[in-house]
């Protein structure tokens, strides 16, 4: 059973930086993709990031030049670098995979994941 623990949210004023971790165990196969979504108060899910076995990135508009999306394939640890953050960016971060091919098109899609985090608070203050 694949599990995935995030670590490294926390509160930051605006401007500043944070790096998401998202540690996953009980993988038996090589990984498709996998993405880190955001969910603010009030507000859907929405795709912010995501990263394939080859390292082919995908972002969403609003986290291009200011997040970066990495993996350690050998540590099986994915990463998201988030800079420049803005209160707008306040949210509860998962990090998801998904098993299958995955089109480029829908890697920012919640429903081509299976298997999610618990999610990790980020709070960005004005």
């Known amino acids: 059973q694949v599990q995935l623990v995030e670590s490294g949210g926390g509160s930051v004023q605006a401007g500043g930086s944070l790096r998401l971790s998202c540690a996953a165990s009980?993988?038996?196969?090589?990984?498709?993709?996998m993405g880190w979504f955001r969910q603010a108060p009030g507000k859907g899910r929405e795709g912010v990031a995501s990263?394939?076995?080859?390292?082919?990135?995908s972002y969403a508009d609003s986290a291009k030049g200011r997040f970066t999306i990495s993996q350690d394939n050998t540590k099986k640890i994915l990463y998201l670098q988030m800079n420049s953050l803005m209160p707008e960016d306040t949210a509860m971060y998962y990090c998801?995979?998904?098993?299958?091919?995955?089109?480029?098109?829908?890697?920012?899609?919640?429903?081509?994941?299976?298997?999610w985090g618990q999610g990790i608070q980020v709070t960005v203050s004005s």
């Open positions: 998801a995979l998904s098993p299958g091919y995955t089109p480029i098109d829908q890697r920012l899609s919640e429903n081509q994941y299976r298997s």
């Open positions: 009980g993988l038996h196969y090589n990984w498709h993709c």
């Open positions: 990263i394939d076995g080859d390292g082919r990135t």
